[in-house]
């Protein structure tokens, strides 16, 4: 009965939104995000290109689909999946607890930190000097969200993480906690400011797809681990993060292995 329930509903969206509604479409797989985080997803132009962009257009090859990457706030592509106005989400989505919530994950593809970027000549030398300090950060992420945790910080929200950037480089701010490899991007392309070594919290990144939508989960994790074992995604990776930062992250994991040999 809840089978034939769910057919009757779902040839009835098919009916409503016809064409007009691009996940409806089976063949193309419709791609939530905000292009304003490189090197995982931004702007050359007018393409959309980036790790996430790239390994997208990989899964929706294998799934035999067309892919189209539809721009939006990152607070919003979350909702995106949810409400099936996208497919998937892809957006250097951390998991999180709260959000598994409203959403299915993917297998994680990328372990991530959030950094600190100060100004050059700041007195902030790690996570626990700011205390107290104002911070920028981009609107919804995870680091806007664990900042909440730091004593009598205040918190300015930015629509895109490069606003963050420009509101430390005006003095505007005293801080921003950005994930590290964006974060890395925007040190490197401006001056007078520098990131921290000591992260402020690890996190791992996956795709999001919606809850009652096992069938695409399964297909895209398929997809994504055929991706990660005939080494495309990791040459996908290497096209977008030199390989100086690569090796950074290899030791970073070795020591982080050794770390969890021990505890065990
Ligand atoms: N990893 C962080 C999070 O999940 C930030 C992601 C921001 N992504 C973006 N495309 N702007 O909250």
Redesign the pocket.
């Known amino acids: 009965m809840k089978k034939l329930m769910a057919a009757v509903l779902a040839g009835a969206m098919v009916l409503s939104f016809g064409m007009t509604a691009m996940a409806e479409d089976d063949n193309v797989l419709v791609m939530a995000?905000?292009?304003?985080?490189p090197p995982?997803?931004f702007r050359e132009g007018d393409e959309i290109v980036g790790i996430?962009a790239e390994v997208a257009g990989l899964i929706a090859d294998k799934l035999g689909m067309e892919l189209q990457i539809d721009d939006m706030a990152?607070d919003s592509?979350l909702a995106a999946v949810q409400s099936g106005k996208a497919d998937i989400a892809m957006?250097?989505?951390?998991v999180?607890e709260e959000r598994k919530m409203s959403v299915n994950f993917t297998d994680t593809y990328t372990k991530?930190t959030?950094m600190i970027i100060v100004a050059e000549d700041s007195e902030i030398q790690g996570p626990d000097d700011l205390e107290g300090k104002t911070i920028g950060v981009?609107l919804?992420?995870?680091?806007?969200?664990y900042v909440d945790d730091v004593p009598d910080a205040s918190v300015e929200r930015y629509n895109?993480?490069f606003e963050a950037v420009q509101a430390l480089l005006q003095g505007k701010v005293d801080a921003v906690v950005?994930?590290g490899e964006?974060a890395k991007v925007f040190v490197s392309q401006n001056e007078g400011i520098k990131l921290l070594d000591e992260a402020f919290t690890e996190?791992e990144?996956a795709i999001a797809i919606a809850k009652d939508n096992d069938e695409l989960l399964e297909k895209v994790n398929t997809a994504l681990n055929e991706l990660k074992d005939n080494g495309e995604f990791q040459k996908v990776v290497d096209k977008y993060i030199s390989s100086d930062d690569a090796e950074e992250a290899e030791t970073e994991a070795a020591s982080e292995a050794e770390t969890e040999a021990v505890t065990e």
């Open positions: 995000t905000n292009a304003e985080f995982y997803e996430d990152f592509v957006a250097g989505i951390t999180t991530a959030q981009q919804g992420t995870t680091g806007d969200i895109k993480g950005i994930d964006p996190e990144y």
